[in-house]
């Protein structure tokens, strides 16, 4: 029973790219959140998502970021216009329901490095 | 929006040491988790609890909902139990976690 499967690792992007990072929850897991850590910060939120729904983005800058979970496949948080203040880890997590008693599990992460 | 503090930021201690790391949150909440952060980065869930207690192996989690605050334990430290410790606030529903900046612990051999 695979965890949760974050990719790629390592990505690296020069100013102005894209990014887009995948996450596959874990098997059976239908709810998936994204959090950013930047250098030296804590983790912040940015996105709840459940199957082909958003739930709650407010934690997601308004321009350039977005997320999104597909029926089938992975969840994709996608990065337009890289600028180097978004170099930071991106981690997802996904839990089997949502509500108080509900663990998460986590992904390695994603370092994304902007040039 | 809740404000989640954790203490020390920084610890070191000897091994065998009993270690306590503390968590108090502005807000009311449903839930309290404790992540461990190893070197790396990868993010492990080592407890989530809305009352009382829970123990795994060396460690103890409690949380004082009425004082808005929740402490993590190990027992019998090791320096493989050196890591981030991270606490974080789950409001109601599950739509997102408020997190500490993290403790910082290294166990010397």
């Known amino acids: 029973n695979a965890g949760v499967m974050q990719n790629p690792r390592h990505l690296v992007r020069r100013r102005g790219q894209e990014a887009r990072l995948r996450c596959s929850p874990m098997k059976g897991h239908s709810h998936v959140y994204w959090y950013r850590q930047l250098p030296e910060e804590g983790l912040k939120f940015m996105v709840y998502l459940q199957k082909e729904n958003i739930i709650d983005e407010s934690g997601m800058p308004k321009e350039r970021f977005s997320a999104e979970f597909p029926k089938e496949g992975p969840s994709i948080l996608r990065i337009q216009q890289v600028v180097r203040g978004d170099s930071a880890a991106y981690f997802c997590?996904?839990?089997?329901?949502?509500?108080?008693?509900?663990?998460?599990?986590f992904g390695s992460g994603t370092q994304l490095s902007v040039l | 929006k809740n404000e989640v503090e954790q203490s020390p930021q920084n610890l070191t201690a000897q091994e065998g040491e009993f270690i306590t790391i503390n968590c108090s949150y502005s807000v009311g909440i449903s839930a309290l988790h404790w992540l461990q952060q190893h070197p790396g980065g990868g993010i492990v869930s080592l407890f989530m609890?809305?009352?009382g207690k829970k123990k795994h192996g060396r460690l103890i989690a409690t949380i004082n909902i009425q004082e808005k605050h929740s402490s993590l334990h190990i027992t019998a430290s090791h320096p493989r139990d050196s890591a981030v410790y991270i606490c974080?606030?789950?409001?109601?529903?599950?739509?997102?976690?408020?997190f500490g900046k993290g403790t910082h612990l290294i166990i010397q051999p």
């Open positions: 609890l809305s009352s």
């Open positions: 997590a996904s839990s089997l329901r949502t509500g108080r008693d509900e663990k998460l599990f």
């Open positions: 974080a606030a789950s409001g109601g529903g599950a739509d997102g976690l408020t």
